[in-house]
C-alpha cells in the first residue's frame, strides 16, 4: 500500500539523536509494515527556526520511506503572521506539485496546518484517494484565543476562510484521529454529526531512546553540580501555551541548595525569561538540546512541569507529558480539562495556577519521599500502559489500513 502523510513543523531524521514526534514515528511504523511512505513537509525546522535545507529535497530515510521537504518562506515566531503566509506559501506550492506525483492508496492529512490539509483533501477527493485526519491543534480556532467577546466575535468574522478550509479538510475524510478527548470533541464540532464511525483517540505518546547515551559536557557538568537536590524540569517552546515563568517565580521561594529548577528549549519569551530570572538562585537555562541531552536531564529529574501562561484556552495536553511520564517524573500542570483528571485520576502529581501552589506543592512532595515515589511508580505504570509509542502508532496503522478502498 502507497501511503502519504502530511504533516510540518516536526523534526526531521537529519542525524540520529533526535526526538522523534508523531509525524515521523507513523511513518516508519507504516513502513516497518511494508508500505510504501511518503512524508510531505517543509524544508524548514520549526523549533530552530532555520533552514533544513536552501531547496526543495527529497531524503530517502530507508527503503520504503521517503521525504519531500519543500520551501516556504520561513519565520521567526511561532505566533506571527509571517508563519500563516509560509503555511500558506507551502499550501499553493504542494498544490503544483501534488498532479506530477503518483498517486497514492491512501493519506494521512494532519491539522494544523489546516491550508496544508485543504489543498491535499482537495487533491484526494478530486482523485478518488481516501484520507485520514489527524487533529493535533485547534487552529484557526485558537487564534482568537481571548477572553474578550467582542474580539473575539470580530476574529470569527476574519476566519472565515480559514474556517472553510479547516472544516472542507474534516468534514470530507473517510476517518478522523485525534491526540485526546478534548480534541476529539473539537473535530466533532466541526464534523456535525456527519462521523458516522466516530474519531479514535490515539495520544502522541513518546519512546525512549535506546542504547548507549551521549551526553555534552555542559550537561553532564549541569548535572553534576544538582547533585543531590530535587530537580524540576521543564522542555518545551517558550510562548503563551508553554510559559515557564511560574516556575523562576516559585524558586524565590524554595531553597536552592535543595531545590533545581531546569528549564530546557528556547522560544519567543527567551529574553523576558532570562531577564526575570536574573538574580534568583535555583534556576537553569540549557537551551535547546538534543536527545541524548534531552535524556540525561530528565532521567535525573524527580517532577516534570506542564505550564502556561496567558490564554485562555487551558483545556490543553501538551506533548510534554508523554515525554515526562515515560521518565517516569511526577507531574505538576496548570491545564483543565484531560490532563487535570488524569494526574487526580491516576495520583500522578498535582494541579496548580500560581506560583505559591506550585511551591507549597513541591515543599510537600519533597518533603514526602514516598509520596514522590508512589507517583513516580504511577507514571511508569500509565505510560507504559497508555502512551508508549510503539503500540499507539500499531493502532494507527491499522486505523490507515482500513480506510483504503
Excluded at 515521523?24 to 524548514?44: M, N, P
Aim: glycine share 8%; with cysteine.
Amino acid at each position: 500500500m502507497k501511503v502519504w502523510v502530511v504533516k510540518v513543523g516536526e523534526q526531521l531524521p537529519i542525524g540520529s539523536n533526535i526526538r522523534k514526534m508523531r509525524a515521523l514515528q507513523l511513518c516508519e511504523a507504516l513502513a516497518e509494515r511494508g508500505h510504501e511512505v511518503i512524508w510531505w513537509t517543509s524544508a524548514f525546522n520549526h523549533f530552530q527556526k532555520s533552514w533544513y535545507f536552501d531547496q526543495d529535497t527529497v531524503l530517502k530515510p530507508s527503503e520504503n520511506f521517503t521525504i519531500k521537504a519543500i520551501r516556504g518562506i520561513g519565520y521567526d515566531r511561532n505566533f506571527s503572521l509571517r508563519r500563516l503566509v509560509d503555511h500558506r506559501v507551502l499550501s499553493r506550492r504542494f498544490a503544483r506539485i501534488l498532479p506530477d506525483a503518483e498517486l497514492p492508496d491512501v493519506m494521512v492529512i494532519a491539522i494544523p496546518a489546516y491550508d496544508v490539509a485543504y489543498r491535499f483533501a482537495q487533491f484526494a477527493i478530486a482523485n478518488g484517494v481516501p484520507y485520514v485526519i489527524d487533529a493535533r491543534d485547534k487552529w484557526p480556532d485558537s487564534f482568537i484565543d481571548i477572553n474578550a467577546p467582542f474580539v473575539r466575535a470580530l476574529g470569527h468574522v476574519a476566519l472565515v476562510y480559514d474556517r472553510f478550509m479547516t472544516r472542507y479538510a474534516i468534514r470530507n475524510a473517510d476517518a478522523h484521529v485525534a491526540m485526546s478527548r478534548d480534541m476529539a470533541h473539537w473535530l466533532e464540532g466541526y464534523l456535525g454529526g456527519k462521523n458516522s464511525f466516530g474519531t479514535v483517540v490515539i495520544p502522541l505518546g513518546f519512546s525512549r531512546p535506546v542504547g548507549n547515551r551521549s551526553p555534552s559536557p555542559k550537561i553532564k557538568n549541569l548535572i553534576r553540580r544538582l547533585k543531590g537536590k530535587k530537580i524540576v524540569t521543564f522542555v518545551g517552546t517558550f510562548g503563551k501555551y508553554h510559559d515557564p515563568t511560574v516556575m523562576i517565580e516559585a524558586a524565590k521561594a524554595l531553597d536552592a541548595e535543595e531545590t533545581a529548577f531546569v528549564i530546557v528549549g528556547d522560544g519567543e519569551m527567551a529574553n523576558e525569561l532570562h531577564r526575570r530570572a536574573q538574580g534568583v538562585a535555583g534556576v537553569y537555562f540549557t537551551g535547546w538540546l538534543d536527545m541524548d541531552d534531552i535524556d540525561y536531564v530528565l532521567s535525573r529529574s524527580h517532577v516534570g512541569v506542564c505550564s502556561t501562561g496567558t490564554t485562555s484556552e487551558r483545556e490543553f495536553f501538551p506533548n510534554k507529558v508523554f515525554l515526562y511520564l515515560s521518565y517516569g517524573l511526577s507531574i505538576v500542570s496548570m491545564f483543565e480539562g484531560e490532563l487535570n483528571l488524569l494526574i487526580d485520576e491516576q495520583g500522578l502529581g498535582f494541579n496548580f495556577q500560581t506560583s505559591d501552589q506550585l511551591a507549597a506543592g513541591l515543599t510537600y512532595l519533597f518533603s514526602e519521599q514516598g509520596v514522590l515515589d508512589k507517583q513516580s511508580e504511577a507514571a511508569t505504570r500509565v505510560f507504559v500502559e497508555y502512551y508508549d509509542s510503539t503500540k499507539l502508532m500499531g493502532r494507527f496503522c491499522d486505523v490507515v489500513s482500513a480506510v483504503r478502498r
